[in-house]
């Protein structure tokens, strides 16, 4: 028990303020071609297209320096809380290492640290939540563009079936037309505004919203529908 509330303590230790960011992986394909894909199946990664368009990239490299004051605060947050949890680590560590040390004191202290480190996550995750916006803002509007690209680099490579990577076991890499598609993608969408309206917020939650709207709306008519009548 020792041993396995040590590692975890020192591998959690550090509270991190780097934003999220998606996966920056480049669409790994084979250059972009215009002969036909066999038998008029193709593949591509999607997430990799999104990822590695010009939109995104510039996006991503804007997004420091229009939201440095949030990672600044971050930055010294976490500054905080790390120096915070260091001492009380050393103690634990300390402590554990004495064979008559109490079992309960030792969780008492466990479970301090936890803490501090769950609520000092979730401060940092509310002080970058503006940069983790703008990138889902920037995402969704080079998504929106996605199925044209797709459309486009399917004609030119007359393919009538685009498989996600994903479902693919082995496949041709001629057959990869995800540079295609990045191809159209950046044609189609150069840049993206990386600032979202006031209010907005990501499709899910926007149809989420809009269904418990409608429920909502729904729910006193059917109440009055199924009202039984006065005699």
């Known amino acids: 028990m020792k041993l396995r509330i040590a590692s975890a303590l020192i591998a959690g230790l550090m509270i991190s303020a780097a934003p999220a960011a998606m996966a920056q992986s480049r ?14 199946i193709a593949y591509a990664n999607p997430q990799a297209i999104v990822g590695s368009s010009s939109a995104y990239q510039t996006a991503m490299q804007q997004r420091p320096v229009t939201y440095k004051a949030q990672i600044d605060q971050a930055k010294t947050r976490s500054d905080q809380i790390n120096a915070q949890l260091k001492p009380l680590a050393d103690k634990f560590q300390a402590d554990q290492k004495n064979p008559k040390a109490d079992r309960n004191a030792l969780q008492a202290e466990v479970e301090q ?22 990138e889902q803002y920037v995402i969704e509007q080079i998504s929106d563009k996605l199925d044209d690209a797709t459309q486009r680099a399917m004609a030119k490579r007359r393919a009538t079936i685009v ?24 044609a189609l969408i150069p840049t993206a505004q990386l600032v979202p309206p006031a209010g907005w917020m990501p499709r899910a939650q926007r149809e989420a919203a809009a269904q418990q709207q409608a429920q909502q709306q729904a729910a006193p008519a059917q109440a009055g529908a199924k009202a039984p009548e006065g005699r």
Do not use: C, F, Y
Not at 118 to 126: A, C, H, L, P
Not at 163 to 186: H, R, Y
């Open 27 to 40: 669409a790994a394909a084979p250059a972009a071609s215009t002969a036909p894909v066999a038998n008029g």
């Open 113 to 134: 640290i936890q803490q501090i480190q769950e609520d000092g996550k979730r401060e940092i995750q509310q002080i970058l939540a503006p940069l983790n916006l703008a």
């Open 163 to 186: 498989l996600d990577v994903q479902a693919v076991v082995k496949g041709d890499p001629a057959s990869n037309i995800s540079q295609d598609i990045l191809t159209e993608l950046n």
